[in-house]
């Protein structure tokens, strides 16, 4: 009993206190230890989560990238095929004007030495036929146009026949194709 005559009220409040503090000083160590585990999991599931994001947006500017090749590539083909198709037309339409021209030339030529030389090259006269009762016969190429009108017509109609090959050439132009 000794020892219980020297520990009065206070002392044993003093001892009652010590072992609340002692276990929650046991209750802190334990809560400390649990939470700096969890955040060493949270912190690598962050580094994870960072990593993924990293690598996400690397594709994302390599898939990019790469489409913008891919465009660039397709935009060159397009544009290399529409100038092989414009050369291609004007050096047809070029050709067939020279060629019309030309053709005009040597008519213009030979009905200018017909003109000079009317009994040149010409067979025996054949008897003329009797006229058509609705009318006077009409002698062959009064209803024709004018020379120069004629070679302005093929001209136009040359034009107009390189300008459909043209657009169906360009049409056939597929921008999208791989």
Same mark, same amino acid.
């Given at each position: 009993?000794?020892?219980?005559?020297?520990?009065?009220?206070?002392?044993?409040?003093?001892?009652?206190? +010590? @072992? &609340?503090?002692?276990?929650?000083?046991?209750? !802190? =160590?334990?809560?400390? /230890?649990?939470?700096?585990?969890?955040?060493?999991?949270? %912190? !690598?599931?962050?580094? =994870?989560?960072?990593?993924?994001?990293?690598?996400?947006?690397?594709?994302?500017?390599?898939?990019?990238?790469? &489409?913008? &090749?891919?465009?660039?590539? =397709?935009?060159?083909?397009?544009?290399? %095929?529409?100038?092989?198709?414009?050369? /291609?037309?004007?050096?047809?339409?070029?050709?067939? @004007?020279?060629?019309?021209?030309?053709?005009?030339?040597?008519?213009?030529?030979?009905?200018?030495?017909?003109?000079?030389?009317?009994?040149?090259?010409?067979? &025996?006269?054949?008897?003329?036929?009797?006229?058509?009762?609705?009318?006077?016969?009409?002698? +062959?190429?009064?209803?024709?146009?004018?020379?120069?009108? /004629?070679? #302005?017509? #093929?001209?136009?109609?040359?034009?107009?026949?390189?300008?459909?090959?043209?657009?169906?050439? !360009?049409? !056939?132009?597929?921008?999208?194709?791989?």
């Amino acid at each position: 009993m000794s020892l219980l005559r020297l520990l009065n009220i206070q002392g044993i409040a003093g001892i009652a206190v +010590s @072992l &609340a503090l002692a276990i929650l000083l046991v209750v !802190q =160590k334990s809560e400390t /230890r649990h939470w700096r585990k969890q955040s060493s999991q949270f %912190e !690598q599931l962050y580094g =994870k989560a960072q990593a993924v994001l990293a690598d996400t947006v690397a594709n994302y500017r390599a898939a990019a990238d790469a &489409a913008r &090749a891919a465009d660039k590539a =397709k935009a060159e083909r397009v544009a290399a %095929e529409q100038r092989n198709i414009n050369e /291609r037309t004007t050096d047809d339409y070029q050709a067939r @004007l020279a060629a019309a021209r030309s053709l005009a030339r040597r008519l213009r030529g030979e009905a200018a030495s017909a003109a000079a030389d009317p009994g040149a090259g010409r067979a &025996a006269p054949v008897p003329g036929l009797a006229a058509a009762p609705g009318g006077p016969a009409q002698a +062959s190429g009064e209803d024709r146009l004018p020379e120069q009108d /004629r070679l #302005t017509a #093929t001209e136009q109609a040359i034009q107009l026949d390189e300008l459909i090959k043209w657009v169906k050439a !360009q049409a !056939q132009v597929r921008p999208n194709a791989p």
